[in-house]
């Protein structure tokens, strides 16, 4: 290959393709352009071939932008379509949602705690009315003791140990049930506390029944 000396017809024909493409070093495109000025028929195929792949990358190019363009309105066209879509979604599953599981918690949450806390003071209610008639019921074994009467027994001391029987199972009930509705939670100082004065109230009641029995048979 020469660079320096112009080429003859043979090694033209060899670069022309190059050269009309545009695909040779600055320099040797030089040597070539000149050495076609000796070889007119040359140049002209050089020019023929440089305006044919000149109109197919203008022709590419165009059809190129062309479909570039049909491409993007279609992508524009679509995104407009899909948008109020995706936004409706994610704001129904990503604020709308979660927000209203939270406020359903929430509501059971409170109506639980709510009908919990009336159980249990109901309950203690109960227990408290309870405790008073054992009381008075200690009190008027109590009295009679003090005076015991003659002969057969009387009708309070019948009545006395009637219902004496009742409140014990009155208080068995009252404390299964405490037990009961107490299993979900940890039990606290005054719950056991509740629990021990219900249970030694029971062995009053117990003491009491016998006191009871021990006058009548005395008196019988």
Do not use: C, W
Not at 14 to 34: F, K, M, W
Not at 36 to 47: A, G, I, S, T, Y
Not at 70 to 96: D, E, M, Y
Not at 156 to 184: C, G, P
């Amino acid at each position: 290959m020469q660079t320096n000396n112009l080429y003859n017809r043979e090694q033209l024909e060899e670069l022309l393709a190059d050269y009309a493409l545009g695909n040779l070093p600055t320099e040797q495109a030089e040597v070539v352009r000149q050495s076609l000025q000796q070889f007119p028929e040359l140049l002209q195929e050089v020019e023929s071939i440089s305006a044919v792949f000149t109109k197919i990358d203008k022709q590419k190019i165009t059809s190129t932008i062309d479909y570039q363009a049909r491409n993007l309105s279609v992508h524009v066209n679509q995104k407009i379509a899909t948008q109020p879509k995706r936004s409706f979604s994610s704001i129904l599953f990503g604020r709308v949602v979660p927000i209203a599981l939270s406020v359903t918690a929430v509501i059971l949450v409170i109506r639980f705690t709510t009908a919990s806390t009336n159980h249990v003071a109901s309950i203690d209610e109960d227990i408290s009315q309870a405790l008073m008639h054992d009381a008075s019921v200690m009190q008027t074994v109590q009295n009679g003791i003090a005076e015991p009467s003659l002969g057969a027994p009387t009708a309070e001391a019948t009545s006395v140990l009637s219902y004496t029987a009742h409140l014990s199972d009155n208080l068995d009930e009252l404390l299964a049930e405490s037990i009961i509705s107490s299993t979900s939670d940890q039990p606290d100082p005054d719950f056991i506390e509740t629990e021990r004065i219900q249970l030694q109230n029971k062995a009053d009641i117990d003491d009491i029944e016998k006191m009871i029995q021990e006058v009548s048979d005395d008196a019988g």
